[in-house]
């Protein structure tokens, strides 16, 4: 069974469990997603404060990435360089969730998007090598490299409800 075509994930998105459709996406099971929704076959149908108890029951959720930068920013680039510390991510960790973990630190976009994104991590890496950070740039590159050894390749975001979609190539233009 996929997690995204089970009867628990349906009913979260259709009852607006959250504000956002992708917070629930994004959540990592407390055991596995798996007993979650053979659990949920179970007692469902749940009406929706049920089902949002049953979910924060079974589930963790990733708040809202929120940047704090320095306070006093002396220019654009100086603003853009204080960020690149909080958007940062060490190498993943497999998880019962809907991340595909990676081997080497990246960069997200943040707020919501808390994943590496293919087309945007081009536009990431000319800001990182303006800030002189070509090593996060080269793990973007090796994750990327990963990605297509691992899938046949580089989904829209190393999610794996992104499998099926990619974006245009820009990994050329990467190494380059």
């Known amino acids: 069974m996929n ?39 179970q007692v469902a149908p749940l009406n929706q404060a049920q089902l949002k108890e049953f979910v924060n029951a079974h589930f963790i959720t990733t708040p809202l990435l929120r940047m704090q930068s320095e306070p006093d920013i002396a220019s654009v680039k100086h603003y853009i360089n204080s960020l690149w510390h909080g958007l940062r991510r060490a190498p993943d960790k497999p998880k019962a969730d809907s991340l595909l973990a990676l081997k080497h630190s990246y960069i997200v976009p943040g707020g919501r998007f808390q994943e ?33 050894n691992d899938y046949g390749c580089i989904p829209n975001g190393n999610r794996s409800y992104y499998l099926s979609r990619s974006q245009p190539p820009i990994l050329a233009l990467m190494v380059e």
């Open 3 to 41: 997690f995204f075509e089970s009867q628990l994930f349906k009913d979260v998105q259709t009852q607006h469990i959250f504000d956002d459709c992708k917070t629930f996406a994004d959540a990592t099971a407390r055991t596995s997603w798996q007993s979650a929704c053979k659990h949920y076959e």
């Open 116 to 148: 590496i994104y293919y087309w945007d991590s081009y536009f990431t890496a000319l800001g990182l090598m303006d800030a002189n950070k070509p090593e996060i740039v080269e793990d973007m590159l090796q994750n990327f490299i990963d990605l297509i």
